[in-house]
Each structure stands twice: as C-alpha cells, then as structure tokens.
C-alpha cells in the first residue's frame, strides 16, 4: 500500500509539471509575450516580490527588458508598465482593455466580495457606482463647505504642532490632519483632537498597513485561506471586521437621520441618490445601492485618501525643510497674494509657484509608485506584445516620474520645470506627470484631493517657518516605511517656529 501511495503521489507530480511544461508552451507559441528575467516556474521571482521598494527594483528592470516586461509573483504572470507612451496606449487608447481589477484574496475580503468602486473589476455595475459617487464628490465641493472644514482642522492641528518644543516627527499631527478631515468628510461629525471613533480608525489603518506589507501568501495561493490561514490573513480578517461594524453602524445613525433637505456630508449624498432612485421607482438603481454598496463606497474614499494625502504632506513638509530656499519662494508669493488671510480654493490660480512646488513633489515623493494593479478584460497588446485575458498589469509611477525624457535631471527638485517663462504653471511641462492615474482608472478623488491638499501646504506655509534640526541632511530612503510601492522620508523630523 505505501508503494502504490507513493507511485500515485510520484504520478500526479510527473503530471502537474508536464501539464505546467504545456501551459507555458502553448502561452509561448499563442502569444508574443513580454521580455522578462528566468525565474523557478510556481516560485517565481522571489528576489523581487518578497523585499521592499518593488518600484525601483521594477525601474532597474526595465532598463534592461524595456519600457513592458514581465515577471512572476509565484505562479502569477504579472506585466510592468514603465513609461509615457506605453501607459498612454493601454490606458488611454485602448480604452478599457485594461480597466478590469484582478482577483485578489485579500481585497475580497476587506471590500465584502468586491463590492467597492477601487477594487471592482470593470462592469456595468463598477460605472454606476462610480457614477453616483463622482456625482456626491461634485455635490460636497460646491460651495464653501470644503474650506472651512479644512480651515478648522488646519487650525487645531497647527496650534499643536506650534506647541511643540524642538525637532518632532511630524506623522501624528499629518494623520490627525487627514483623518479628522475624511471623517468629517464621510461622517459630517466635527470631532476633537483624542476622539475614541477617530483614533479607533487611525490605530486599525496602522495595523493593516503594518500587516499587508507586500501582500499576503493567500493572495499568490488563494487555497491557502481555507486549509491553512496566516496568521497576518487572520489579522487582516478580524481588523476589517471590526472596521466594516463600525462603518454600518454610522450607516444605521445616517438612516435614522436622513433628511433630503438637510445633507450633511458624503454619506447623506450616497443615501440621497438612493432616495432619488427610490422615488423615480427605479429598480435596478436601488438594487445597486444596497447598505453594502453604499459602506464600501464611503470606505473606499475613506481609506483611500487617508495613506495618498498623508504621504503627500510628509513629502512637501520634507522638500520643503531640506530646501529652504524654495520654501522662502513659496512664503513670499503667499505673502503678496493672499497676506494672513485664510487660503481657499481659488488661491490656486494666483500661487503657481507654491502649486509647482505641490506638483513637483508628487513626482518626486513616492507616494504611489505602483499604483493599483489593473487586470486584462479581454486579449489585447501593448508595445508590441501581445497581453492574454486577465493578465494582471502595474503601471510604475516611479518609473514615470524619473524618466530622463521628459525630466531633466529627475532626482532634483525643481518646481520652475512646471513653470512658463512667465512664471505660470504651464499644462504642456505634465506628460508623464500621473500621480492619480489616467483612463477608466483614474483616481476618484483627485478632484478633491488637489485643491484640499493645496490648501494645507498653503496654511503651513502661511503660519509656520519648517526647517530640519540642526546638523541633520534629510535622508530621502527608508526601507522600512514601504508599504507595496510607497515609500515615507526616513526618520523625518522637523523643527516649526511661528512666522507670524
């Protein structure tokens, strides 16, 4: 009986590798496939998916292989998008050949099978919801509503950091920033400094990142979840459970005081275009407004501009202390056009410099280097090379950002390369300039997040002097605040003395 357990086990192995062996033969004569480095069939290449800084080791790698090649995370054929032109034609001009989002264990999980707007795949039902949520996004920015909770949060979080006696790493204020501002976004609640609900939310979004790091084992072997769970999967399944009980709650107290005439914030707005499709008896509308659609497009737009605007702050406040030249820059066209006033959203137009400088350090900070993985709706190509259905595709961001042909000198900073020869942001300086993304995939909250972050780069720079403690040169890479293609300033402190 042992030798014929063992001849079976030795038979489905022989079989398992000739059937693997044929698999990527017929791939190989099917289809002319990118460029990529040899790696161990199933494990893949290892010496890249499991460190940190995927992005520029992605980079490096395309120096090589050109603009798309390929490589393996485990037995999952994954596609690189390293420069303008080839992002342009699979973003753009295909269309949405490259919309779809691949499947994925872990985001199944946090977004309840899918049934958020970031992670959906493309579809029908992905447009509607997209639809109604750029339609409350535009509804919230009308009006002075976004100044003054920016105005308020900006206040209390200064008159912290003012507070503060010597060098500081300036991370919990930034997060009490972002977080206050997106809760009362979502939520309509104005809340304090030290609030419970807020910081419950702060201390979940910490341990997830801290958790996901490169992914989990479960998202390469998805099996893995049912025989034998990693205990950071078991965490990320009790943190999100956790998160989702705490949103459907807020969802319930919304619902109980809902009043058409009466919005108060992005939750209201989602629930007036379930009314509006109730009353207009339309079916189907309502039955893609479900509670579970409505919580997971508030979390997505929760959670997605916690980790984006929180870095983009920590970047700006790092440039701006390790060049404090171009702060003094900022300072001065803050002081002739707007004075000591608060800053709106209209400032925009008459700070191009500062804006520059907001511009440049979305290129030059890494704040998303490989963005969202996309996914292959249909067979289609890209710079010559054919990309089966459901091929899982990055675009690298990084890469983009340090391209030498369209930026000169990449690794500096330099916001005048943004600028005309009247000192104007010039629109034709931002090819391969794409830190929301571009096509059917472009970021949701990009229209929200330029002019809110603008604003609070403003309100820094009007109130406070930053500058690095004494003897410190800022460095700019730290391996271990790099969470799947993001990256935070090492060891970032500052020093802020009152300007005003």
């Not at 490096?60 to 995370?73: H, N």
């Not at 034998?228 to 459970?241: L, N, V």
């Amino acid at each position: 009986m042992l030798g014929l357990s063992l001849l079976n086990v030795q038979t489905i192995l022989v079989a398992v590798v000739v059937g693997l062996l044929v698999y990527y033969i017929r791939r190989r004569t099917l289809y002319r496939l990118p460029p990529g480095p040899w790696c161990i069939p199933l494990i893949g290449h290892f010496n890249v998916y499991s460190k940190p800084l995927i992005h520029r080791a992605t980079t490096e790698l395309s120096k090589k292989y050109g603009p798309v090649f390929r490589l393996s995370f485990g037995p999952i054929p994954i596609v690189f998008l390293n420069n303008y032109d080839v992002v342009m034609e699979a973003m753009v001009k295909k269309k949405a050949d490259f919309a779809g989002r691949p499947a994925s264990t872990t985001f199944s999980l946090i977004t309840e099978g899918n049934k958020d707007i970031a992670m959906a795949t493309y579809s029908p039902m992905w447009k509607y919801h997209r639809r109604v949520a750029m339609k409350a996004l535009r509804n919230y920015l009308q009006g002075d509503l976004l100044e003054k909770l920016t105005q308020d949060n900006m206040m209390k979080v200064m008159n912290m950091m003012a507070a503060e006696k010597g060098p500081f790493e300036p991370i919990l204020h930034l997060n009490n920033i972002v977080f206050y501002q997106l809760y009362t976004l979502c939520f309509g609640e104005k809340k304090d400094i030290g609030d419970p609900d807020v910081e419950f939310l702060l201390k979940e979004k910490d341990l997830v990142n801290k958790t996901i790091e490169n992914g989990l084992r479960e998202d390469i072997f998805p099996f893995l979840k049912d025989l034998c769970p990693s205990k950071r999967y078991q965490i990320m399944q009790e943190t999100f459970d956790r998160v989702l009980t705490f949103f459907y709650k807020k969802l319930e107290k919304h619902k109980e005081t809902f009043d058409p005439e009466n919005i108060r914030d992005l939750t209201d707005h989602l629930l007036l275009a379930r009314s509006e499709a109730e009353q207009a008896g339309n079916e189907e509308s309502m039955q893609n407004l479900t509670d579970t659609y409505l919580v997971q497009t508030v979390s997505d737009i929760f959670f997605a501009g916690v980790d984006t605007t929180r870095l983009t702050l920590e970047w700006f406040l790092c440039f701006m202390s390790r060049f404090p030249e171009i702060q003094a820059k900022c300072q001065k066209e803050i002081e002739e056009h707007i004075g000591s006033r608060c800053p709106t959203i209209t400032d925009r137009q008459i700070l191009p410099y500062t804006e520059a400088c907001l511009y440049e350090t979305m290129r030059a900070g890494v704040i998303a280097g490989l963005g969202l993985p996309h996914s292959t709706i249909c067979d289609t190509q890209v710079g010559g090379y054919d990309i089966p259905k459901d091929t899982i595709v990055f675009i690298n961001h990084y890469a983009l950002h340090r391209d030498p042909k369209y930026w000169t000198n990449p690794e500096e900073f330099d916001p005048l390369r943004y600028l005309d020869e009247n000192g104007k942001l010039d629109p034709t300086k931002l090819e391969s300039w794409l830190p929301f993304s571009v096509g059917r995939r472009v970021c949701l909250g990009e229209s929200i997040a330029k002019p809110e972050i603008m604003m609070m780069c403003v309100h820094l720079l009007q109130r406070f002097n930053i500058t690095l403690p004494d003897g410190v040169k800022q460095n700019f890479i730290d391996e271990h605040r790099d969470v799947f293609g993001t990256e935070s300033p090492a060891d970032l402190k500052i020093v802020v003395k009152e300007r005003m």
